[in-house]
């Protein structure tokens, strides 16, 4: 407690303190601008303050063994809040057009970043499942924040019982190693945790369905699609980048801290669970006419990818996921963008509805277009270098079965996406009803170019950010 | 920078077409004429440079480099050469990109300015697959020539395109991953072994393998390459994507796609896994013949103008595929030929099916008849091109399918009389062509207008080149020779590391590259 | 001891096995607190009073009893207050009052006779667990407010809108 560096601390204290900043501006001033410009700006201090941590060079230091605060950390915090700048921009307009009361929105939305933001860099127990629950907590009410809605409510109640569950698996696999191993911080684990025996083993076990569920991996599955249909399509986007994402970059810390992957059997289950995913998400994907649904399966099969990385385990593979982890939260963050941009209540959800949108709107539907090439990987695109990191990882540590089943994945990946883009372009008989899309919010179309150029930025000019993410030394 | 200037003019040319449509009408197909004839131009400058130079003053046939670092982390270049070989394809491309752009001329009707960035950015993929010699740049212009295909076909196609698309990319795109998968097989154990992690073609040919890892990695190009070309169980796209393809689409789907697979097979497969390709020669080349024949016998019962030249190409490609694995410089000569020759031959028959469908609108053969009386320029087209499909002696391929069959007599001789029935089938099928369309009665009502004076024009150009390459295919012949003589030699000089001496050596390495 | 820690472990058994198995609500409630009581009982025993405390008076005393109460007033209407009646006759009482006894005995028995801790066990009471949190792990305290602060502005938004409640004793006609 007396050793508390506040100056490593000062960009998890700013974030703290941003909700409730928020919460007394409201209390005083109920005005969705006013709200909606207070968040923004509290998330650029946050992204300045990570900045310059950043830029000190500073030894990796633990908080009381709860945090980690070093640069792999960082780097995510400061991808989570990107993204969530990001995300707001996308919310105000569709909150505008959706929800009588949206100040609220903003509160949770900080929690949520908070939660993320302890999670990704954790290193104990308490701290990981703290962040987990922050972050559901706030998920929950986000989900079902268009109480209009019954898919929404509906949403948030699916993902309230389902995430409650697997953190009581969670938490049951934790108790379980802590009485083989007495410890709660990753690294005691790690070093008592070296016998195999049965009750480590079912603790390991329990944990990985508890981190199965929250990362949508088949079998824990199921609750993705409901739960993307449900939410708000800014929500969606923040379940897909930020709350995923910021999972696997636990599960990342834990696996390297633990070594766990010294136990075989966490790899084979690993491996089987990557492989079901990225096929069975790919398939099911196939027939989905709801955009947000075919995003979901989409999703599982790309939390497939980021797991044959991590299974890689080599120094290769937390480089792959994190470039993976990039390029993914801008194409996805994109993609539900774009569903959520139009000036219109309600979304466009159905494939259908995008039909001859490249002929109308041709700059929108171009970044909609390079935003799925990207989430399927076709060159030029961040995600396809993505993917590529993470084929040459799989590839570098032998694991040609995985490596050939994401290949076989995109494959069918391509179908689907190419399905999307078909839609786009196909156009519209003279004689069909106007189209229901809205007007575009400016400030959508702004941020959505930008993400747009930095998918092919990344794409084309990886070598930066590669540079970047190999500085990085892994806790 | 030639090189570059190369594959930049087409990509910028498809931008500024499409940008310019969008204020002027009707000036896309001008950018697209203006950028094709540019690298038209391009690559003849370049042809001449290469003939004002001693071949064997050059290393390894490569007289042109281009080269910057690009991702240096993985060891990815910008690294584009062109030798013989890649020159030859280079002038094929230039040349069928700017009869792609004038048949479309009159062809295309809507959305033209998205056409022209599409056709004009296949070409520049094309281009790329041709010039790049580094492994990634390879496989990223290998993917990037697809997607603007894939638009060409699902926009501009006839009835069936969206399943033709779809067809097409998906079996493509699965190709390309395996390639994906193997080239990266390959960059690790070249990396592990030498310590130097790059995908450059010159560091990655001297990857010494196993006989069981360079039986695997080749399998991922090979596939990839033989759904390209078409070898037989994988042709199952092409008949689609040529007949729904638009015409220009068509041209170069059969002129330029399909070589990139015989290409790919040159350059890469059989110097990076001399041993493992010599393993499989000859499955391969009784799949080349069952192709044949099976594409013939396939082509004859087409009724569908398009499908029916599309089989026919499945039926061509089967002798490449003989003359690839006959190993041998006469045979690789002749496939180099045979490459050039189809392309011409092949895309200008689907220019004038192209032709008759706009003018008729059907493209099934049995509503035709009798066409020549209407249209005898038209006609004459069809028979030198007829004639040239099925290899008659003074057009370019009688001299490709010669020098093939000869290469592989030396080898294989069953092969090559196996091989040879093709010819005859070939001539069964094309000539039912010219009995179909052209002559009987004319049972069509309305009169169709012959070829105007541009596409007579274009087609001249192309019989031109066939019979001048029929009669002289030295300029080929002699351009490849440089660069057939130093790919060849990985296969048949041993001093690169025999059968056992490669064995030995990676018995000691195979572990390095498992984690 | 350790005979004591079975029978508590046993009647913790029991009764959640009787909780997931009624078909009524109320009776599995009762005996869900039941449960939370005995394993209260359990942290006694090995030597957290401060926890065991916790157990009860959160879990069993308020959260329980709020459900009991939000079960049985969702109940609505003429008939449910006959059937209210019939669940809260003395039979429903016996099974619960029962292992509630045991508890008790054990619990009387533990304070009376035999208040010192199992071997090997250390009694952690109310200061250290204090001293924990505010000391090494004061961050994760403040963690937990920021969740409750989540919690709580999700359930305000949610719940915000004013929806007509009708009780059955306000509003008894609306209801048949």
């Given at each position: 407690m007396e050793n508390i560096d506040f100056n490593l601390l000062s960009p998890l204290i700013l974030l703290a303190v941003a909700p409730v900043a928020t919460l007394m501006v409201i209390a005083i001033y109920r005005n969705h601008t006013v709200t909606f410009c207070l968040a923004v700006i509290l998330l650029v201090l946050f992204l300045i303050d990570c900045f310059r941590l950043w830029s000190l060079s500073f030894d990796n230091q633990m908080v009381d063994d709860l945090l980690m605060i070093d640069k792999f950390g960082l780097f995510f915090m400061i991808l989570i809040a990107i993204g969530g700048i990001l995300i707001l921009f996308i919310s105000y307009s569709y909150l505008n057009n959706n929800?009588?009361?949206?100040?609220?929105f903003y509160v949770l939305f900080l929690t949520a970043l908070v939660g993320a933001v302890v999670l990704v860099s954790s290193i104990h127990f308490a701290t990981l499942f703290l962040g987990l629950e922050i972050l559901s907590i706030s998920l929950y009410a986000m989900i079902a924040y268009?109480?209009?809605w019954k898919n929404s409510i509906e949403g948030g109640l699916k993902y309230l019982i389902l995430a409650a569950g697997s953190s009581a698996f969670l938490l049951f696999g934790m108790g379980l190693i802590y009485l083989q191993t007495?410890?709660?911080d990753f690294e005691a684990i790690g070093s008592s945790l070296e016998k195999v025996n049965l009750i480590s083993t079912a603790g390991l076990a329990m944990m990985l369905v508890g981190i199965g569920f929250k990362l949508g991996l088949?079998?824990?599955?199921?609750w993705t699609p409901d739960i993307y249909q449900g939410a708000p399509a800014p929500v969606t986007a923040l379940i897909a980048s930020v709350s995923k994402g910021s999972m696997v970059v636990v599960l990342v810390r834990f696996l390297h801290t633990?070594?766990?992957?010294?136990f075989a059997w966490i790899i084979w289950t690993f491996s089987a669970m990557a492989i079901a995913s990225m096929l069975i998400g790919s398939l099911l994907a196939?027939?989905?006419?709801?955009l947000k649904r075919l995003l979901a399966y989409s999703s599982i099969a790309h939390l497939g990818y980021l797991l044959v990385a991590i299974i890689?385990?080599?120094?290769f593979s937390v480089e792959a996921v994190t470039y993976y982890l990039v390029a993914y939260f801008i194409s996805i963050i994109g993609a539900f963008g774009i569903l959520s941009i139009?000036?219109?209540?309600?979304?466009?959800?159905?494939?259908?509805?995008?039909?001859?949108m490249f002929w109308t709107r041709p700059w929108l539907s171009v970044i909609f277009g390079v935003m799925f090439f990207s989430l399927v990987g076709i060159?030029?695109?961040a995600g396809f270098i993505g993917k590529f990191y993470v084929v040459m990882a799989a590839v570098n540590s032998g694991l040609w079965a995985l490596a050939i089943t994401l290949v076989v994945s995109s494959a069918i990946g391509l179908y689907y996406y190419l399905r999307v883009i078909k839609t786009m372009l196909t156009p519209v008989a003279k004689?069909?009803?106007?189209?229901a899309l809205g007007q575009l919010s400016t400030m959508g179309l702004v941020v959505m170019s930008i993400l747009g150029l930095l998918v092919i930025w990344f794409g084309v000019f990886p070598s930066q950010l590669i540079a970047v993410i190999r500085s990085i030394e892994v806790l | 920078m030639i090189l570059v200037a190369l594959i930049s003019t087409l990509v910028l040319g498809g931008l500024l077409a499409m940008l310019l449509e969008k204020w002027v009408t009707g000036s896309a197909k001008w950018v697209g004429l203006v950028a094709s004839l540019l690298t038209m131009s391009l690559a003849g400058s370049l042809w001449i440079q290469y003939t004002g130079i001693?071949?064997?003053?050059?290393s390894n046939g490569v007289f042109m480099v281009f080269k910057k670092p690009w991702i240096p982390e993985f060891g990815i270049e910008f690294h584009l050469e062109v030798d013989g070989l890649g020159l030859v394809m280079v002038m094929l491309t230039g040349f069928l990109g700017l009869v792609a752009v004038l048949i479309s001329w009159s062809q295309v009707k809507h959305k033209e300015g998205f056409y022209y960035l599409n056709l004009l950015w296949t070409l520049a993929g094309i281009m790329g697959v041709f010039l790049a010699f580094d492994l990634f740049l390879f496989y990223l212009f290998w993917e990037v020539m697809l997607v603007p295909m894939y638009f060409l076909i699902s926009i501009w196609?006839?009835?069936?395109r969206i399943y033709a698309a779809y067809k097409f990319f998906i079996y493509t795109q699965i190709g390309g991953l395996l390639m994906l998968v193997a080239l990266l097989g390959l960059y690790f154990l070249n990396g592990s072994s030498t310590g130097v992690y790059s995908f450059n073609y010159w560091d990655l040919i001297k990857t010494v393998l196993t006989t069981e890892q360079s039986m695997w990695l080749m399998w991922g190009f090979l596939i990839a390459f033989l759904i390209k070309l078409p070898v037989l169980p994988l042709h199952n796209w092409l008949p689609d994507a040529h007949g729904e393809a638009p015409t220009a689409g068509s041209v170069i789907l059969a002129g330029l796609l399909l070589k990139t697979g015989a290409y790919g097979i040159l350059r890469f497969v059989v110097p990076f896994f001399p041993d493992a390709s010599q393993s499989i020669a000859m499955p391969a080349m009784i799949l080349g013949v069952c192709g044949i024949l099976y594409g013939a016998k396939l082509a004859f019962a087409q009724t569908d103008m398009k499908r029916l030249v599309a089989y026919t190409s499945v039926s061509h490609m089967g002798f490449v595929i003989i003359g690839i694995f006959a190993f041998n410089q006469l045979a690789w000569q002749g496939v180099i030929m045979q490459l050039v020759a189809h392309g011409l031959s092949t895309g200008a028959l689907f220019v004038l099916a192209g032709i008759l469908y706009q003018r008729?609108?059907?493209?099934?053969?049995?509503?035709?008849?009798?066409?020549w009386a209407t249209v005898p320029r038209m006609g004459v087209a069809g028979l030198i091109l007829v004639l040239a499909s099925l290899g008659l002696p003074g057009l370019a391929n009688f001299v490709a399918e010669f020098m093939t069959l000869a290469g592989t007599f030396t080898t294989t001789p069953i092969i090559a009389i196996a091989a040879a029935i093709g010819l005859i089938a070939a001539a069964v099928y094309s000539l039912r062509i010219m009995q179909k369309v052209f002559?009987?009665?004319?049972?069509?009502s309305e009169k169709i207008s012959d070829l105007s004076s541009m596409e007579t024009l274009t087609i001249a150009t192309v019989v031109f080149l066939l019979i001048y390459l029929g009669l002289n295919p030295g300029p080929i012949t002699r351009t490849v020779e440089p660069s057939i003589k130093q790919l060849i030699s990985q296969v048949e000089?041993?001093?690169?590391?025999g059968f056992s001496y490669r064995t030995q050596v990676n018995n000691k390495s195979s572990s390095n590259g498992k984690h | 001891m350790i005979a004591l820690f079975y029978i508590a472990a046993f009647v913790a058994v029991i009764s959640t096995l009787m909780a997931i198995t009624r078909f009524n609500a109320v009776h599995a409630l009762i005996y869900l607190v039941v449960s939370l009581l005995s394993v209260a009982v359990i942290f006694y025993l090995l030597g957290a009073p401060f926890a065991a405390a916790l157990e009860v008076i959160i879990y069993a005393g308020a959260i329980m009893v709020l459900l009991i109460f939000m079960v049985m007033m969702l109940h609505l209407g003429e008939t449910s207050i006959q059937q209210e009646k019939q669940w809260l006759n003395w039979s429903v009482w016996l099974g619960p009052g029962f292992l509630s006894l045991i508890l008790l005995v054990e619990m009387s028995y533990l304070l009376v006779v035999s208040n010192e801790p199992g071997e090997g066990l250390t009694v952690v009471d109310a200061t250290q667990v204090g001293i924990a949190l505010y000391g090494p792990y004061i961050i994760t305290v403040e963690l937990a407010a920021i969740l409750l602060l989540a919690g709580i502005v999700g359930a305000y938004y949610l719940g915000q809108e004013k929806r007509r409640v009708l009780h059955r004793f306000l509003n008894q006609e609306d209801n048949d």
């Open positions: 929800v009588k009361v949206a100040e609220e268009t109480r209009e007495g410890a709660l088949v079998p824990f599955h199921i633990t070594n766990s992957q010294q196939l027939k989905q006419s709801n890689a385990g080599s120094d139009f000036n219109s209540t309600g979304e466009i959800e159905q494939v259908s509805d995008l039909q001859g060159p030029l695109t004689d069909a009803p106007k189209s | 001693d071949a064997s003053t050059v196609g006839s009835a069936n008729t609108g059907t493209r099934d053969i049995r509503k035709y008849g009798g066409l002559y009987g009665q004319d049972t069509a000089t041993p001093d690169k590391g | -």
